[in-house]
């Protein structure tokens, strides 16, 4: 079975640039989640999709991220426009629809924000 | 609210010693507790979790943890360390059922000396 694929792993833009990351969880999952990892740091929630619907986007900086779930599968997560300390690692997660609540991550696409 | 604290960003042993690695929660409601393993460059991978099961849980590697609730903790041990656990371990919790968001603790890097 194959994991959460995230692409790109890795990202180098320059500031002012926006930036999408691309996010494909396990097939079945409808839980979807994006964290943010900072250097040193454990990861922190973004935003929480079941399915298609955001449920849980309180943490999202809303003037300059934004994500999308299109048919409750893939999801895209956008930074408009990139700022030097957005520079973090960012994590997409899913979750089956029944059972408890583990989560299985992706690799991760590391942004360098110049 | 939710928290996880982990004593001690670095911990330091040499192969064939006891890993401890330690966590202490706060939650306002029976939580489940997770450790997880993040090696360079990957993704979070899942050693054990506390589904309010066992209170002595077994994880994969040879991991174990124990949940006490009279202490707050999670403490994540190995009888024997190998020079492959090198990684971070992160402790994180959740408000149980519903496939709610994780919330971690900022993490333990294990270093192994031969």
């Known amino acids: 079975e194959a994991g959460v694929v995230q692409s790109p792993r890795y990202k180098i833009i320059e500031k002012k640039q926006p930036v999408a990351f691309w996010c494909n969880p396990i097939?079945?999952?409808?839980?979807l989640y994006w964290y943010l990892q900072n250097l040193g740091q454990g990861p922190e929630l973004l935003i929480r999709?079941?399915?298609?619907?955001?449920?849980?986007d309180s943490q999202l900086p809303k003037d300059r991220f934004s994500a999308e779930r299109l048919k409750g599968v893939d999801s895209t997560l956008k930074i408009q426009p990139a700022e030097l300390g957005d520079s973090a690692v960012y994590l997409c997660?899913?979750?089956?629809?029944?059972?408890?609540?583990?989560?299985?991550f992706g690799q991760g696409t590391r942004l360098t924000v110049v | 609210a939710q928290s996880v604290t982990q004593l001690g960003s670095h911990v330091s042993v040499s192969e064939g010693a006891l890993v401890l690695l330690r966590c202490n929660y706060s939650?306002?409601?029976?939580?489940?507790l997770f450790w997880y393993v993040q090696y360079p460059n990957q993704g979070l991978q899942l050693l054990l979790k506390?589904?309010?099961?066992?209170?002595l849980v077994k994880g994969i590697n040879g991991f174990e943890a124990e949940f006490k609730k009279s202490e707050t903790s999670f403490h994540l041990t190995k009888p024997s360390a190998h020079m492959s656990d090198a990684a971070e371990y992160f402790c994180?919790?959740?408000?149980?059922?519903?496939?709610?968001?994780?919330?971690f603790g900022s993490g333990t890097r294990l270093q192994v000396q031969p």
């Open positions: 994180a919790v959740s408000r149980g059922t519903g496939r709610r968001a994780l919330t």
């Open positions: 939650s306002s409601v029976p939580p489940y």
């Open positions: 506390y589904t309010s099961a066992a209170t």
């Open positions: 097939s079945g999952h409808n839980t």
């Open positions: 999709y079941e399915n298609e619907e955001a449920v849980d």
């Open positions: 997660a899913s979750s089956p629809p029944t059972g408890d609540t583990e989560a299985f």
